[in-house]
């Protein structure tokens, strides 16, 4: 069974910061990585995903994210946040035997000021 | 494309009240998910379906039923609602590659 740990539930910076959420995974199997975006009440959007090959993925609105295998590890970055990237974020991981199911961390709360 | 569709955005239950939340994708995906979502605690996969006709419990499936009769519609069904499902529910739909597409949610409250 795999499971995710956010390191964190809330993270404040300043506009034009950098920004790393962590996130750290367990799984006896490869597996599949993914960060969602959730908006204040709207739904899930995939910013970045890692499924094979390069270990240092590019995703939506300037985030990257690298696997680190040795430390199941699967960081998000960002160099320089803006306001509207305030939002939470889910780290998450399905094996690749499965039915694709999704294992989700609990969330980090990304709250940009100015 | 409108992607995936969930009715109700909102709805008030009183205990022991049933109802059925729609979920519909126009994508033509074989995969679909239930999760609900409570604050602090990320998302949880409540049922599941590889396509029509075949459905499958996930993490948390008590207190809760689905059917999928089609391809596009995947119902999630509360038949005796408790406070404990108050949640925020998410239906998603995935193609044959890995990554989910989510509807905008519906907020339950049971009370």
């Known amino acids: 069974a795999q499971s995710v740990t956010q390191l964190d539930s809330q993270v404040p910076v300043f506009e034009e910061a950098p920004v790393e959420l962590r996130c750290n995974y367990s799984?006896?199997?490869?597996?599949?990585l993914f960060w969602y975006v959730q908006y204040p009440n709207q739904g899930l959007q995939l910013l970045l995903k890692?499924?094979?090959?390069?270990?240092l993925v590019k995703g939506i609105n300037g985030f990257e994210a690298e696997f680190n295998k040795s430390q199941t590890s699967f960081h998000l970055r960002k160099p320089s946040v803006h306001i509207s990237d305030t939002a939470e974020y889910f780290c998450?991981?399905?094996?690749?035997?499965?039915?694709?199911?999704?294992?989700f961390g609990k969330g980090t709360k990304l709250s940009v000021k100015p | 494309n409108a992607g995936v569709t969930q009715t109700p955005k909102f709805r008030i239950l009183k205990i022991g009240q049933s109802m059925t939340l729609q979920c519909t994708q126009d994508?033509?995906?074989?995969?679909m998910y239930w999760y609900r979502q409570d604050p602090g605690m990320g998302l949880k996969l409540i049922y599941y379906?590889?396509?029509?006709?075949?459905?499958d419990k996930g993490e948390v499936p008590n207190g809760y039923n689905v059917s999928r009769s089609t391809t596009e519609d995947f119902p999630l069904r509360l038949e005796l609602a408790a406070p404990s499902q108050t949640s925020v529910y998410f239906c998603?739909?995935?193609?044959?590659?890995?990554?989910?597409?989510f509807g905008p949610g519906t907020r339950l409250t049971v009370t």
């Open positions: 998450a991981v399905s094996d690749m035997g499965s039915q694709g199911n999704l294992i």
């Open positions: 998603a739909s995935r193609p044959g590659t890995n990554e989910q597409y």
């Open positions: 799984s006896s199997v490869s597996v599949y």
């Open positions: 890692y499924l094979s090959g390069s270990t």
């Open positions: 379906s590889v396509g029509a006709g075949i459905t």
């Open positions: 994508m033509n995906h074989n995969y």
